[in-house]
């Protein structure tokens, strides 16, 4: 997350870095292989396809007219003639951690409180209650696992063996990949990120991006699992 922050701040165009927010937890090279090992190349590749279709038209529809909604960018305003550029090496260094932690400070009190959120989430949301919800009877189970994984901080490694214990206990592979696609693209860490930088409104709508995703993405292996 802080990479794409500091892709605009750089100056780089909205939408490829919108692109990269979605793309970037969702396309790790260790989960899609992780799902390549444990579930088979068909899942991976679909996998890959749903995430990667949905980071480029998520780019590409909101490519314009969205940076108004960027709340904590240190942008600079000024010219570029009265830019401090510092000479040396040491200088250069100084400048730089002096500039990171500007960015960084104000997104502290977001950091710890999410990361506080979403560890009490993992402890104490058992998986059976999960599995249970997720079942292949309930005509909801996609959406549901969706939202159950959005919040869970999560690592990838976690989340695809969170998703195998789940589908040996009866989940479908629709609410599995919903559960995993949730739960890597997105948690409340990262959302308290999004909360740092972006105003409400478009953090909820990348949120919101995740789940459609998800959703999707557990509808579309259900028709071909």
């Known amino acids: ?32 292989v992780m799902i390549a090992a444990f579930m088979g190349i068909k899942t991976a590749l679909i996998y890959f396809a ?46 730089a951690f002096y500039t990171s932690w500007g960015s960084f400070r104000g997104i502290i009190p977001y950091i710890i409180a999410g990361a506080a959120i979403g560890a009490v989430i993992n402890g104490y949301v058992p998986q059976e209650t999960v599995a249970d919800i997720g079942g292949e009877q309930n005509l909801w189970a996609v959406p549901v696992s969706a939202v159950i994984g959005i919040p869970l901080y999560i690592r990838v490694e976690s989340a695809i063996s969170i998703g195998l214990a789940l589908l040996r206990k009866g989940m479908s592979i629709g609410a599995v990949m919903a559960f995993i696609i949730g739960g890597a693209g997105m948690a409340v860490p990262e959302i308290s990120l999004l909360l740092g930088f972006f105003k409400f409104r478009f953090a909820a709508l990348i949120v919101g991006v995740i789940f459609l995703t998800a959703v999707c993405g557990g509808y579309i292996f259900n028709i071909f699992f």
Do not use: Q
């Not at 990479?3 to 979605?22: T, W």
């Not at 949905?54 to 305003?77: Q, T």
């Open 50 to 95: 749903v995430t990667f279709s949905s980071a480029v038209i998520f780019g590409a529809v909101f490519s314009k007219g969205c940076g108004k909604y960027i709340k904590k960018l240190d942008r600079a305003e000024t010219k570029e003639k009265d830019k401090y550029i510092p000479s040396s090496i040491k200088d250069k260094i100084r400048e």
């Open 1 to 32: 997350m802080p990479i794409a922050f500091g892709l605009l701040n750089g100056g780089a165009p909205f939408g490829p870095v919108l692109s990269f927010i979605v793309a970037s937890p969702l396309l790790n090279p260790l989960i899609i």
